[in-house]
């Protein structure tokens, strides 16, 4: 029987070599109804479905016969890579056919055909299941696998609600953004251009993001999305930002470092459609973009502008030392610019943090003697904690220590102001003392 059958699956496949569909489709069920279970007939069966698609693509009610024969096969993934590959490279020449043709009627056959006998699911549900190839009578692909026969659709009826939203019930409520190559909208077929790409974009909500870097030379662009949900019953809007890289040598080298745009991106950040265009949005931009002016302080060769109030340091601006060193920005200098966020990687499983680091320095204001010293004379005060003060200027614990001083002791102190990182207000500390 085994001859048999292996000469039954090479009849079948020199028919359909030789052009002869028909005769090879008659043969393959005559076969199959012989010996069901053997996967030599089920793949020469399914390699003639498949060359019926190619033929018959332009016959919704033929190509969807096919595919649901084709289901019906239930050929696994492992061994059969080729022909579902090729299955669906002919599906998507047949609708790219009708595309360029500008017919729309047998688009929307097509789209038909593939409805009644085609089911696509999202990746995860698929490869969660074993890669199944059929489903309730249908082919199954997955989302991802499916994303270039999407194409000629989204192009054709980009502009037309009504289809759009036949094609959203088949392939689900965002096909724009199934791939990352579909950036710009550039959906038509090769070496065709028309707006529809643009008209469906026109629609999409458009997102504020952040460009942290971009480098030409690797092709990317380093943006955080500034997400904005809709409000939920019982809680107003939500905010999410989220780091991601876009892999597009054109926006690497037009994109400006530390500006803000907005476009329409994909779910997963990794994809700008359309021509990004500078956010309007002063309280968006001030997210990530900001002037400052505050007094330096100088850690090392670097410094920071620090700000009053709040509880922590992440409103302070880090001025770098190239900048310290070219302006000549000196301890307890008012400095002003314009500051942008950076996001500095955590160490140990820490999730990392949020920051602002001086952009430009576009004034420096250098310290006055009078303003950051002082001379003031008084009584030695300790308040509860054990601070001690004269007047309002701290006198450090190891000063009181060493020097021996008392409370109510009359003291001459010289101070300079210092930033309180606890409090995170400048104070006056006292640097001498004298009885």
């Known amino acids: 029987m085994a001859d048999e059958v292996a000469r039954a699956s090479g009849i079948i496949s020199s028919l359909r070599k ?15 109804e012989r010996h069901p279970d053997d996967e030599r007939l089920a793949r020469a069966h ?10 018959d693509g332009g016959d ?24 579902y590959k090729n299955l669906l490279r002919r599906l998507t020449d047949a609708a790219w056919d ?21 089911r696509l699911e999202p990746d995860a549900e698929w490869l969660s299941a074993g890669s199944p190839r059929s489903a309730d009578g249908r082919l199954v692909l997955s989302t991802s696998e499916a994303e270039p026969l999407l194409r000629p659709f989204l192009s054709a009826f980009g502009g ?22 579909l950036r710009h909208g550039s959906w038509e077929a090769p070496g065709e251009k028309n707006g529809a790409s643009a008209d469906a974009l026109a629609g999409l909500p458009r997102t504020p993001f952040y460009v942290e870097w971009a480098s030409p030379r690797r092709g990317a662009v380093g943006i955080t999305a500034y997400r904005r949900s809709a409000a939920r019953e019982y809680s ?3 905010v999410s930002i989220e780091r991601s890289v876009v892999r597009d040598a054109r926006l690497a080298g037009e994109l400006r470092t530390h500006e803000v745009y907005e476009a329409v991106l994909s779910p997963d950040g990794r994809s700008v459609l359309g021509e990004p265009v500078p956010c309007a949005d002063p309280a968006v931009r001030a997210t990530f973009v900001r002037r400052f002016e505050g007094r330096l302080e100088r850690v090392s060769g670097y410094g920071f502008v620090r700000l009053p109030g709040g509880t922590s340091a992440a409103n302070d601006v880090l001025v770098p030392e190239r900048m310290v060193t070219r302006h000549g920005i000196e301890d307890l200098s008012v400095v002003s610019g314009v500051a942008a966020a950076s996001f500095r990687e955590g160490e140990k499983g820490d999730e990392g943090s949020w920051g602002f680091v001086a952009d430009s320095v ?27 003060f ?3 200027v701290l006198v450090p614990t190891r000063m009181v220590s060493e020097l021996g001083l008392r409370p109510d002791q009359e003291l001459t102190v010289r101070a300079r102001l210092r930033w309180d990182r606890r409090r995170r207000t400048w104070d006056w500390v006292a640097t001498e003392v004298s009885g």
Request: hydrophobic share 40%; aromatic share 2%; proline share 6%.
């Open 362 to 388: 576009e004034r420096v204001v250098p310290p006055h003697p009078a303003d950051v010293e002082k001379r003031t004379s008084g009584a030695l005060r300790v308040a509860r904690g054990g601070a001690a």
């Open 160 to 181: 037309s609600s009504e289809d759009l939203d036949a094609l959203v019930a088949w392939c689900g409520p965002e096909p724009f953004v199934l791939a990352e190559d």
């Open 18 to 32: 030789g052009g002869r569909l028909d005769e090879a489709l008659a043969l393959a069920r005559r076969e199959r």
């Open 236 to 238: 107003g809007p939500s």
């Open 46 to 55: 399914s390699w003639v479905l498949c060359d019926l698609v190619r033929r």
């Open 390 to 392: 004269v007047g309002n």
């Open 60 to 83: 919704p009610a033929a190509l969807a016969t096919a595919l649901r024969e084709l289901a019906g096969l239930s050929l696994p993934e492992k061994g059969n890579e080729v022909l």
């Open 98 to 118: 009708l595309r360029r043709a500008h017919d729309e009627d047998g688009l929307r056959c097509l789209l038909d055909a593939l409805r009644e006998a085609v």
